[in-house]
T-cell receptor
Framework: SQQGEEDPQALSIQEGENATMNCSYK?????LQWYRQNSGRGLVHLIL???NEREKHSGRLRVTLDTSKKSSSLLITASRAADTASYFC???????????WGAGTKLIIKP | NAGVTQTPKFQVLKTGQSMTLQCAQD?????MYWYRQDPGMGLRLIYY???????DKGEVPNGYNVSRLNKREFSLRLESAAPSQTSVYFC?????????????FGDGTRLSIL
C-alpha cells in the first residue's frame, strides 16, 4: 500500500533554478521524512518533520507540511548538478512505527 | 565509519535456489529493516527487527525469512527463489524503532532470479 505519493514523477530543470516536489498522503500522520537516492545507491535521510511543525530548513532544503491538506513539499533552492537524484517521502500513517514510502520524484538538473 | 554494509552487491540465481543476503551496521543501532525496491514503486518493508532478539513481518514477508544474529547483523534468506523476487534489496537501521527515527541505508543488493 502507498501512503505517500510524490508529484511530479519526474522533473527536469536548469542548474540554478529551484525545484519543488510534493508528497500527498491519505491518513493522519505523526511524522513525515524526506530521503534522496542517487542512482545505484541507498537512500539518504534529508529532513524529518513532525505533524505539529509547518516548516523546516536544512541548508538549501525547505520542507513544508500542511496537515489539513495532507501534503508536504520539498523545495531545493539554487539547484546543482549534484542534486540529480530521486527523492522520496515516507510517512507513518499514524502508526508511530512502520514507514510507508512513495514511489519518488526523479529530479534531473541540466547543466 | 562504514554505516550499513550489504553483501553481495549483485547476485543472479536460478528459480528454486536459495541464498542469504547479509547486512551489518556499525552505528550501534537497535532497529534494523529489510526492504525491496521495484521500478515505479516505493520501498516495501519485508521484515524488521525492533531490537536484538526480535523480528516481525512487514508488508511483503512471503517467501522470505530473517535472522537477527546479534545487534550488528540482520540477514535475509530466500529459501526457494522465484522470478517475482527479482528486485533491489535494501537493509536499513535506525537508533530505535519509531517513525521519528531517521533510517540509514546500505547501497543495496541487486538480485535477479532467472
Amino acid at each position: 500500500s502507498q501512503q505517500g505519493e510524490e508529484d511530479p514523477q519526474a522533473l527536469s530543470i536548469q542548474e540554478g533554478e529551484n525545484a519543488t516536489m510534493n508528497c500527498s498522503y491519505k491518513t493522519s500522520i505523526n511524522n513525515l521524512q524526506w530521503y534522496r537516492q542517487n542512482s545505484g545507491r541507498g537512500l539518504v535521510h534529508l529532513i524529518l518533520i513532525r505533524s505539529n511543525e509547518r516548516e523546516k530548513h536544512s541548508g538549501r532544503l525547505r520542507v513544508t507540511l500542511d496537515t489539513s491538506k495532507k501534503s508536504s513539499s520539498l523545495l531545493i533552492t539554487a539547484s546543482r548538478a549534484a542534486d540529480t537524484a530521486s527523492y522520496f517521502c515516507a510517512t507513518d500513517a499514524g502508526s508511530n512505527y512502520q514507514l510507508i514510502w512513495g514511489a519518488g520524484t526523479k529530479l534531473i538538473i541540466k547543466p | 565509519n562504514a554505516g550499513v554494509t550489504q553483501t553481495p552487491k549483485f547476485q543472479v540465481l536460478k528459480t528454486g535456489q536459495s541464498m542469504t543476503l547479509q547486512c551489518a551496521q556499525d552505528m550501534n543501532h537497535n532497529s534494523m529493516y529489510w526492504y525491496r525496491q521495484d521500478p515505479g514503486m516505493g520501498l516495501r518493508l519485508i521484515y524488521y527487527s525492533a531490537s536484538e532478539g526480535t523480528t516481525d513481518k512487514g508488508e511483503v514477508p512471503n517467501g522470505y525469512n530473517v535472522s537477527r544474529l546479534n545487534k550488528r547483523e540482520f540477514s535475509l534468506r530466500l529459501e526457494s527463489a522465484a522470478p517475482s523476487q527479482t528486485s533491489v534489496y535494501f537493509c536499513a537501521s535506525s537508533e530505535d524503532r519509531g517513525s521519528n527515527q531517521p533510517q540509514h541505508f546500505g547501497d543495496g543488493t541487486r538480485l535477479s532470479i532467472l
